[in-house]
Protein backbone atom coordinates (compact mmCIF):
# COMPACT_ATOMS: atom_id res chain seq x y z
CA UNK A 1 0.00 0.00 0.00
CA UNK A 2 2.96 2.10 0.98
CA UNK A 3 4.37 1.71 -2.21
CA UNK A 4 1.27 2.11 -4.23
CA UNK A 5 0.67 5.96 -2.81
CA UNK A 6 4.81 6.76 -3.29
CA UNK A 7 4.49 6.27 -6.66
CA UNK A 8 1.00 7.67 -7.21
CA UNK A 9 2.99 11.03 -5.50
CA UNK A 10 5.65 10.54 -8.15
CA UNK A 11 2.85 10.65 -11.08
CA UNK A 12 1.25 13.59 -9.41
CA UNK A 13 4.74 15.41 -9.51
CA UNK A 14 5.25 15.14 -12.83
CA UNK A 15 1.50 16.25 -13.50
CA UNK A 16 2.77 19.10 -11.87
CA UNK A 17 6.35 19.45 -13.72
CA UNK A 18 3.77 20.23 -17.01
CA UNK A 19 1.60 22.28 -15.49
CA UNK A 20 4.58 24.56 -14.15
CA UNK A 21 6.48 24.37 -17.67
CA UNK A 22 2.69 25.82 -18.97
CA UNK A 23 2.65 28.34 -16.32
CA UNK A 24 7.01 29.72 -17.02
CA UNK A 25 5.79 29.58 -20.91
CA UNK A 26 2.75 31.74 -20.77
CA UNK A 27 4.27 34.33 -17.92
CA UNK A 28 7.36 34.58 -20.35
CA UNK A 29 5.10 35.49 -23.38
CA UNK A 30 3.60 38.07 -21.05
CA UNK A 31 6.24 39.61 -19.10
CA UNK A 32 9.30 39.36 -21.29
CA UNK A 33 10.39 41.98 -24.10
CA UNK A 34 11.20 40.28 -27.55
CA UNK A 35 15.03 41.40 -27.09
CA UNK A 36 15.11 39.74 -23.81
CA UNK A 37 18.32 37.73 -22.47
CA UNK A 38 19.20 34.30 -22.28
CA UNK A 39 19.64 35.37 -18.37
CA UNK A 40 16.10 36.56 -18.38
CA UNK A 41 14.57 33.64 -19.97
CA UNK A 42 16.16 31.39 -17.42
CA UNK A 43 14.98 33.49 -14.27
CA UNK A 44 11.49 33.40 -15.79
CA UNK A 45 11.99 29.73 -16.34
CA UNK A 46 13.71 29.02 -12.96
CA UNK A 47 10.29 27.29 -11.39
CA UNK A 48 10.46 24.57 -14.50
CA UNK A 49 14.06 24.83 -14.12
CA UNK A 50 13.93 23.74 -10.32
CA UNK A 51 11.19 20.97 -10.84
CA UNK A 52 13.32 19.50 -13.24
CA UNK A 53 16.07 18.99 -11.05
CA UNK A 54 13.90 17.90 -7.81
CA UNK A 55 11.89 14.99 -10.29
CA UNK A 56 15.65 13.79 -11.25
CA UNK A 57 17.02 13.78 -7.94
CA UNK A 58 13.75 12.41 -6.14
CA UNK A 59 14.49 9.26 -9.14
CA UNK A 60 18.10 9.34 -8.27
CA UNK A 61 17.29 8.66 -4.66
CA UNK A 62 14.56 6.01 -5.34
CA UNK A 63 17.26 4.00 -7.45
CA UNK A 64 20.12 4.50 -4.78
CA UNK A 65 17.60 3.59 -1.36
CA UNK A 66 14.87 1.17 -2.75
CA UNK A 67 15.10 0.14 -6.57
CA UNK A 68 18.96 -1.02 -6.84
CA UNK A 69 19.83 -4.18 -4.66
CA UNK A 70 22.79 -3.61 -2.42
CA UNK A 71 24.46 -6.14 -3.97
CA UNK A 72 23.63 -4.99 -7.39
CA UNK A 73 25.72 -1.69 -6.36
CA UNK A 74 28.56 -1.38 -8.65
CA UNK A 75 31.60 1.54 -8.38
CA UNK A 76 30.50 1.79 -11.99
CA UNK A 77 26.62 2.40 -10.94
CA UNK A 78 27.58 4.60 -8.75
CA UNK A 79 29.62 6.99 -10.32
CA UNK A 80 26.92 7.37 -12.55
CA UNK A 81 24.30 8.04 -10.24
CA UNK A 82 26.47 10.82 -8.63
CA UNK A 83 27.56 12.37 -11.36
CA UNK A 84 23.78 12.28 -12.44
CA UNK A 85 22.66 14.16 -9.09
CA UNK A 86 25.55 16.49 -9.60
CA UNK A 87 23.87 17.44 -12.71
CA UNK A 88 20.31 17.45 -10.53
CA UNK A 89 21.80 19.80 -7.92
CA UNK A 90 23.46 22.35 -10.85
CA UNK A 91 19.48 22.52 -12.03
CA UNK A 92 18.42 22.98 -8.90
CA UNK A 93 21.14 25.60 -7.59
CA UNK A 94 20.33 27.54 -11.11
CA UNK A 95 16.31 27.54 -9.81
CA UNK A 96 17.27 28.88 -6.26
CA UNK A 97 19.23 31.54 -8.26
CA UNK A 98 16.92 31.99 -10.15
CA UNK A 99 13.88 32.46 -7.82
CA UNK A 100 16.35 35.42 -5.77
CA UNK A 101 17.07 36.87 -8.99
CA UNK A 102 13.44 37.42 -9.61
CA UNK A 103 12.80 37.89 -6.26
CA UNK A 104 15.18 41.35 -6.25
CA UNK A 105 14.33 42.61 -9.34
CA UNK A 106 11.16 43.34 -7.77
CA UNK A 107 12.60 46.01 -6.43
CA UNK A 108 13.97 47.10 -9.91
CA UNK A 109 10.84 49.20 -10.60
CA UNK A 110 9.92 51.84 -13.30
CA UNK A 111 6.77 54.39 -12.82
CA UNK A 112 4.86 54.42 -15.86
CA UNK A 113 4.59 57.99 -16.48
CA UNK A 114 1.30 59.44 -18.07
CA UNK A 115 -0.81 56.61 -17.00
CA UNK A 116 -3.69 56.84 -14.67
CA UNK A 117 -6.41 54.47 -16.21
CA UNK A 118 -5.51 51.16 -17.85
CA UNK A 119 -8.12 51.73 -20.44
CA UNK A 120 -6.22 54.65 -22.04
CA UNK A 121 -3.85 51.77 -23.08
CA UNK A 122 -6.52 48.82 -23.66
CA UNK A 123 -6.38 46.41 -26.79
CA UNK A 124 -2.51 47.59 -27.21
CA UNK A 125 -1.43 43.79 -26.80
CA UNK A 126 -0.22 45.38 -23.14
CA UNK A 127 -0.96 42.65 -20.04
CA UNK A 128 -1.27 43.18 -16.43
CA UNK A 129 0.31 40.84 -13.63
CA UNK A 130 -2.48 39.92 -11.40
CA UNK A 131 -0.49 37.82 -9.29
CA UNK A 132 2.90 35.43 -8.87
CA UNK A 133 2.38 33.60 -11.94
CA UNK A 134 -0.71 34.96 -13.84
CA UNK A 135 -1.17 38.07 -16.57
CA UNK A 136 -4.20 39.17 -18.10
CA UNK A 137 -4.19 41.08 -21.59
CA UNK A 138 -5.85 44.77 -21.36
CA UNK A 139 -8.54 45.21 -23.31
CA UNK A 140 -11.39 47.45 -23.63
CA UNK A 141 -13.89 44.55 -21.94
CA UNK A 142 -11.78 44.14 -18.89
CA UNK A 143 -10.09 47.76 -18.14
CA UNK A 144 -12.07 48.78 -15.82
CA UNK A 145 -12.11 45.33 -13.70
CA UNK A 146 -8.18 44.91 -13.40
CA UNK A 147 -6.78 47.18 -10.64
CA UNK A 148 -8.57 50.55 -8.81
CA UNK A 149 -5.16 52.07 -9.08
CA UNK A 150 -4.11 55.25 -10.48
CA UNK A 151 -0.54 54.48 -10.47
CA UNK A 152 1.30 51.46 -12.57
CA UNK A 153 4.80 50.00 -12.72
CA UNK A 154 6.55 48.03 -14.92
CA UNK A 155 9.50 45.68 -13.57
CA UNK A 156 13.11 45.67 -14.72
CA UNK A 157 13.05 45.30 -18.08
CA UNK A 158 9.81 43.40 -18.13
CA UNK A 159 6.93 44.84 -19.97
CA UNK A 160 3.73 43.97 -18.39
CA UNK A 161 2.46 46.19 -15.90
CA UNK A 162 1.89 46.10 -12.21
CA UNK A 163 0.41 48.30 -9.45
CA UNK A 164 1.23 48.21 -6.18
CA UNK A 165 -0.72 46.44 -3.68
CA UNK A 166 -0.23 43.38 -6.30
CA UNK A 167 3.30 43.99 -6.36
CA UNK A 168 3.32 44.27 -2.62
CA UNK A 169 1.56 40.68 -2.89
CA UNK A 170 4.47 39.27 -5.46
CA UNK A 171 7.10 40.36 -3.68
CA UNK A 172 5.64 38.35 -0.06
CA UNK A 173 4.88 35.53 -2.08
CA UNK A 174 8.11 35.59 -3.94
CA UNK A 175 9.83 35.51 -0.32
CA UNK A 176 8.15 32.98 0.70
CA UNK A 177 9.19 31.09 -2.35
CA UNK A 178 12.57 31.54 -1.63
CA UNK A 179 12.61 30.39 1.66
CA UNK A 180 10.38 27.25 0.29
CA UNK A 181 13.56 26.47 -2.23
CA UNK A 182 16.42 26.68 0.55
CA UNK A 183 14.72 24.74 3.08
CA UNK A 184 14.62 21.54 0.72
CA UNK A 185 18.24 22.49 -0.46
CA UNK A 186 19.29 22.15 3.56
CA UNK A 187 16.75 19.26 3.82
CA UNK A 188 18.46 17.04 1.06
CA UNK A 189 21.68 17.88 1.79
CA UNK A 190 20.99 16.57 4.82
CA UNK A 191 19.83 13.43 3.50
CA UNK A 192 23.07 13.25 1.81
CA UNK A 193 24.80 13.20 5.24
CA UNK A 194 22.55 11.07 6.09
CA UNK A 195 23.17 8.38 3.26
CA UNK A 196 26.99 9.13 3.44
CA UNK A 197 26.73 8.13 7.29
CA UNK A 198 24.95 5.13 6.77
CA UNK A 199 26.47 3.82 3.63
CA UNK A 200 29.19 3.20 6.40
CA UNK A 201 27.42 1.96 8.89
CA UNK A 202 27.71 4.46 11.52
CA UNK A 203 24.31 4.14 12.59
CA UNK A 204 25.50 5.09 16.44
CA UNK A 205 27.05 8.54 15.45
CA UNK A 206 25.72 11.41 17.03
CA UNK A 207 25.75 13.30 13.88
CA UNK A 208 23.75 11.42 12.16
CA UNK A 209 21.23 11.43 15.44
CA UNK A 210 21.71 15.72 15.17
CA UNK A 211 20.81 15.52 10.85
CA UNK A 212 17.45 13.40 12.00
CA UNK A 213 16.69 15.62 14.14
CA UNK A 214 17.41 18.96 11.94
CA UNK A 215 15.61 17.37 9.18
CA UNK A 216 12.37 17.31 11.32
CA UNK A 217 12.53 20.98 12.16
CA UNK A 218 12.95 21.88 8.54
CA UNK A 219 10.31 19.47 7.14
CA UNK A 220 8.12 21.33 9.92
CA UNK A 221 9.13 24.99 8.54
CA UNK A 222 8.04 23.71 4.75
CA UNK A 223 4.67 22.41 6.32
CA UNK A 224 4.59 26.00 7.59
CA UNK A 225 5.38 27.24 3.44
CA UNK A 226 2.53 24.95 2.51
CA UNK A 227 -0.06 26.46 4.85
CA UNK A 228 1.12 29.67 3.79
CA UNK A 229 0.56 29.40 -0.18
CA UNK A 230 -2.92 27.25 1.33
CA UNK A 231 -4.01 30.63 2.68
CA UNK A 232 -3.33 32.86 0.29
CA UNK A 233 -4.92 31.11 -2.59
CA UNK A 234 -2.12 29.56 -4.47
CA UNK A 235 -3.25 26.12 -4.43
CA UNK A 236 -1.56 25.08 -6.95
CA UNK A 237 1.60 25.54 -4.98
CA UNK A 238 0.18 24.55 -1.41
CA UNK A 239 -0.50 21.11 -3.62
CA UNK A 240 2.88 20.77 -5.05
CA UNK A 241 4.32 21.68 -1.65
CA UNK A 242 2.52 18.57 -0.21
CA UNK A 243 3.11 15.88 -2.72
CA UNK A 244 7.16 17.11 -2.47
CA UNK A 245 7.07 16.34 1.17
CA UNK A 246 4.89 13.54 0.79
CA UNK A 247 7.44 12.04 -1.77
CA UNK A 248 10.40 12.87 0.31
CA UNK A 249 8.39 10.84 2.84
CA UNK A 250 8.93 7.79 0.61
CA UNK A 251 12.51 8.65 0.21
CA UNK A 252 12.75 8.50 4.13
CA UNK A 253 10.88 5.55 4.43
CA UNK A 254 13.25 3.56 2.01
CA UNK A 255 16.13 5.20 3.49
CA UNK A 256 14.90 4.03 7.23
CA UNK A 257 14.27 0.20 5.80
CA UNK A 258 17.82 0.40 3.50
CA UNK A 259 19.62 1.43 6.81
CA UNK A 260 17.86 -1.60 8.93
CA UNK A 261 18.66 -4.22 6.54
CA UNK A 262 22.74 -2.45 6.84
CA UNK A 263 22.02 -2.74 10.38
CA UNK A 264 20.91 -6.66 10.09
CA UNK A 265 23.59 -7.53 7.83
CA UNK A 266 26.19 -5.61 10.14
CA UNK A 267 24.66 -7.88 12.82
CA UNK A 268 25.03 -10.97 11.33
CA UNK A 269 28.43 -10.92 10.14
Not at 143 to 154: K, M
Request: hydrophobic share 50%; proline share 2%; net charge negative.
Amino acid sequence: MAHAIKYTVYIGLLLNFGRFIWDDYWAMEAALPPDASLNDYLTQFATSTDMLGWVGLVFLFELETYAVPDEKWTAWLAGIIRGLRVFCYVMIFQGAYGYTAETLELYDTHPVDGLSDLCLIADQGKSMQISVFEYEEITSANCEDLSDENAFYTVANEVALIDQPTLDHVRYQEWVNIVNAYVWLIVVLLIEVEVFLASRDRFQNRALNSVRVSKTFFYLVLIGVMLVWLFTGYYLYAWDAFLWIFGFWAIELNLAEWEQERKEALLAT
